[in-house]
């Protein structure tokens, strides 16, 4: 199994600042056939269902605000918000679909 | 609109069982590979069990804490996706979502359901 790893567990952060979520895999997730990470990250905001943010580790899904960008190959990956909003205040879980799929704990974030 | 909509859950004693149903509407539901996602309170997301469409031979696959416990299985006449669930344990706790996979990769899940709850407990 490839498991995943996030950090970190919380963060509190300003509003208009950055914010950096980071995801690592025991194992590489990058499928050479077709050059694409099977990483993908969703936002979980409290009482509600995950929502699918970004895929391939970097193409954002329709209706995704700019501010969210994922980066990263083979096992290092991270999130980041440019400019964090109040509407941003959720938990980031990154998952691997390479296999068996395996999502991070979690990174839950707050306004400082 | 895509929808799902979870249904089944409640308070069940160890060693129990439970019938989870998701309706789905809004897309064509034979042709979608589907999935069930589980969270424990508190906790982090974990992938339960997936089934793929008839036409690609409505294979199953199960993660191992709940292999041999778990089953799911879809009536596309219905649209539906159920997940029979037997001999429930207490760390079977969870809220149970219905998810859809996406035609880019079939374990990336891009619509879920609101979830139902589960609760195992003597």
């Known amino acids: 199994d490839i498991v995943m790893t996030q950090s970190p567990d919380s963060l509190a952060v300003s509003l208009g600042e950055r914010a950096t979520i980071n995801c690592k895999s025991s194992?590489?997730?990058?499928?050479?056939?077709?050059?694409?990470?099977?990483l993908a990250w969703y936002q979980q905001k409290p009482g509600q269902p995950p929502k699918l943010l970004i895929y391939?580790?970097?193409t954002r899904e329709s209706g995704v605000p700019e501010r969210f960008s994922g980066s990263g190959s083979g096992t290092d990956f991270t999130l980041t918000i440019s400019s964090l909003q109040a509407e941003d205040v959720a938990v980031y879980s990154c998952?691997?679909?390479?296999?068996?799929?395996?999502f991070g704990q979690g990174t839950k974030v707050e306004i400082k | 609109e895509v929808q799902l909509v979870e249904s089944g859950g409640g308070l069940v004693k160890p060693g129990g069982s439970l019938r989870l149903s998701c309706e789905a509407s809004?897309?064509?539901?034979?042709?979608?590979?589907m999935s069930w996602v589980r969270q424990a309170p508190g906790k982090g997301l974990e992938w339960v069990g997936r089934?793929?469409?008839?036409?690609?031979?409505?294979?199953?696959e199960y993660a191992a804490p709940v292999k041999g416990r778990f089953t799911v299985s879809r009536d596309d006449s219905k649209n539906t996706l159920s997940l029979q669930m037997n001999s429930l344990k207490t760390e079977d706790t969870a809220v149970y979502y219905c998810?859809?996979?996406?035609?880019?990769?079939?374990?990336?899940?891009?619509?879920w359901g609101q979830g139902t709850l589960v609760s195992v407990s003597s």
């Open positions: 194992q590489s997730v990058l499928y050479s056939s077709n050059n694409k990470n099977y």
């Open positions: 089934i793929k469409s008839k036409s690609d031979g409505e294979t199953t």
């Open positions: 998952q691997q679909h390479y296999t068996t799929p395996h």
């Open positions: 809004g897309f064509i539901f034979s042709g979608a590979w």
């Open positions: 391939w580790a970097s």
């Open positions: 998810t859809t996979g996406s035609v880019l990769s079939g374990f990336l899940f891009d619509y």
